[in-house]
Antibody, heavy 122, light 107 residues
Framework: QVQLVQSGAEVKKPGASVKVSCKAS????????MHWVRQAPGQGLEWMGWINPNNGGTHYAQKFQGRFTMTTDTSISTAYMDLSGLTSDDTAVFYC???????????????WGEGTLVTVSS | EIVLTQSPGTLSLSPGERATLSCRASQSVINNYLAWYQQKPGQAPRLLIYGASTRATGIPDRFSGSGSGTDFTLTISRLEPEDFAVYYC????????FGQGTKVEIK
């Protein structure tokens, strides 16, 4: 069965960086896009971007261009989200979600990680 | 960029009642690639509907989606206790925006 398992909660100081991982299993990792979604406390969902694990190609939402970087390690079927220059406004839960089949059917994200809470506090 | 606006913000209903949630797009949704998600506190979103009207795997048939172009609706025919949650719509191609959510709460 498809599973996305994310790394644990993080507490960071302002100005620091955080790297969240998302380990995929139960499917061919390089066959599907991976998305990242942010949810600030008590707020709605914000799509951040996608990565193509097959070739490393990325597309970032305009709001998240600059400080946000997505990468993958295909040898361990893991996607990463790196956010730098953290401020208190970055306190949020970050989700990974499997997207469409690469080069194939457009799919809504059906499989999601459990979320990783990143808290930014001095 | 497309913007999705959900209404109402909060829906107060009793178990057994019918819930009707709206998602309106500022421009036509590409190929009706419109999804609905349910989210409960402390949980990841759960895909309910994709392609505006197709139920995802394992979703009960009391959930139905309809609409095309710029106006979409999620209907829960008879609310069960586990259906009280927040619901989001999303265009899942291109800029992939989410609506701001509708909370369905117990009256």
């Amino acid at each position: 069965q498809v599973q996305l398992v994310q790394s644990g909660a993080e507490v960071k100081k302002p100005g620091a960086s955080v790297k969240v991982s998302c380990k995929a299993s139960g499917y061919t990792f390089t066959g599907y896009y991976m998305h990242w979604v942010r949810q600030a406390p008590g707020q709605g969902l914000e799509w951040m971007g996608w990565i193509n694990p097959n070739n490393g190609g990325t597309h970032y939402a305009q709001k998240f261009q600059g400080r946000f970087t997505m990468t993958t390690d295909t040898s361990i079927s893991t996607a990463y989200m790196d956010l730098s220059g953290l401020t208190s406004d970055d306190t949020a839960v970050f989700y990974c979600a499997r997207g469409s089949l690469i080069g194939g059917t457009t799919l809504a994200p059906e499989y999601w990680g459990e979320g990783t809470l990143v808290t930014v506090s001095s | 960029e497309i913007v999705l606006t959900q209404s109402p913000g909060t829906l107060s209903l009793s178990p057994g009642e019918r819930a009707t949630l709206s998602c309106r797009a500022s421009q036509s949704v590409i190929n009706n690639y419109l999804a609905w998600y349910q989210q409960k506190p402390g949980q990841a979103p759960r895909l309910l509907i994709y392609g505006a009207s197709t139920r995802a795997t394992g979703i009960p048939d009391r959930f139905s989606g309809s609409g095309s172009g710029t106006d979409f609706t999620l209907t829960i025919s008879r609310l069960e206790p586990e259906d009280f949650a927040v619901y989001y719509c999303q265009q899942y191609v291109d800029s992939r925006p989410f609506g701001q959510g509708t909370k369905v709460e117990i009256k």
